[in-house]
């Protein structure tokens, strides 16, 4: 074989092997986005979801506090489980908003390496304008994680309080004396619903600016 033959097959798979290597990098920068769009939007799941077993845990609540009701022992029971179930989704938000924030750190580092690689400068810098743009799109939605944890907490100690308080008194006249409680408790359920759901709504539309068009 030819000298000059055996360098232009080495310089076409050195060629090759540099573009190949750039088409991963890329490839890997859109699976990065694509976990962050999904983990984000796993943590949104998880706030709905708590939201959902709320409603669940102040029905059997509102069943309990109800003149009519038959079995309050029961009732009792079944209102600690459903408020056990309830904290359970809580710590699911903060898992799923780590869980976040990890896929998040990976792509902005991985990103930040690509833009300094650009040689244009027009180019790197609109790159960089992006990033900032999807970053801050986020951010926004690592703060509707912290909040919807949040939100539900003094709720939950509401509800803890009343259940400690019935915990050794649950005839007609303690469930009676509780009334105006349980009426503001309602009304406080009613207004973390709306907040949740308008969290829920924001999260939903900075999700929509991080995924690619």
């Given at each position: 074989m030819k000298l000059s033959v055996f360098v232009g097959i080495a310089v076409a798979t050195v060629a090759a092997a540099?573009?190949?290597?750039?088409?991963?990098?890329?490839?890997?920068?859109?699976k990065q986005v694509d976990a962050l769009v999904k983990a984000s939007g796993?943590?949104?799941?998880?706030?709905?979801?708590?939201?959902?077993?709320?409603?669940?845990?102040?029905?059997?609540?509102?069943?309990?506090?109800?003149?009519?009701?038959?079995?309050?022992?029961?009732l009792y029971k079944d209102l600690q489980?459903?408020?056990?179930?309830?904290?359970?989704?809580?710590?699911?938000?903060?898992?799923?908003?780590?869980?976040?924030?990890?896929?998040?750190q990976a792509l902005f580092k991985s990103w930040e390496s690509s833009a300094a690689a650009i040689?244009?400068?027009?180019?790197?810098?609109?790159?960089?304008?992006r990033l900032a743009k999807t970053r801050a799109s986020y951010q926004e939605v690592a703060k509707v994680g912290e909040k919807a944890s949040q939100i539900y907490e003094p709720v939950m100690k509401t509800l803890d309080d009343q259940v400690k308080y019935?915990?050794?008194?649950?005839?007609?006249?303690?469930?009676?004396?509780?009334?105006?409680?349980?009426?503001?408790?309602?009304a406080r359920v009613q207004d973390l619903v709306k907040a949740v759901d308008d969290t829920i709504t924001t999260a939903n539309g900075r999700i929509g600016a991080l995924r690619p068009e």
């Open positions: 540099g573009w190949g290597g750039r088409a991963e990098a890329q490839d890997e920068g859109l796993n943590t949104v799941q998880a706030i709905a979801e708590t939201k959902v077993q709320l409603m669940k845990t102040m029905d059997v609540y509102n069943a309990l506090m109800a003149e009519d009701a038959k079995d309050r022992k029961k489980k459903e408020m056990d179930s309830t904290e359970k989704r809580r710590a699911e938000i903060a898992r799923r908003s780590t869980a976040m924030a990890t896929e998040a040689e244009s400068e027009n180019l790197r810098k609109r790159s960089e304008e019935l915990g050794h008194d649950l005839n007609p006249g303690a469930v009676k004396s509780l009334k105006p409680d349980a009426d503001k408790l309602n």
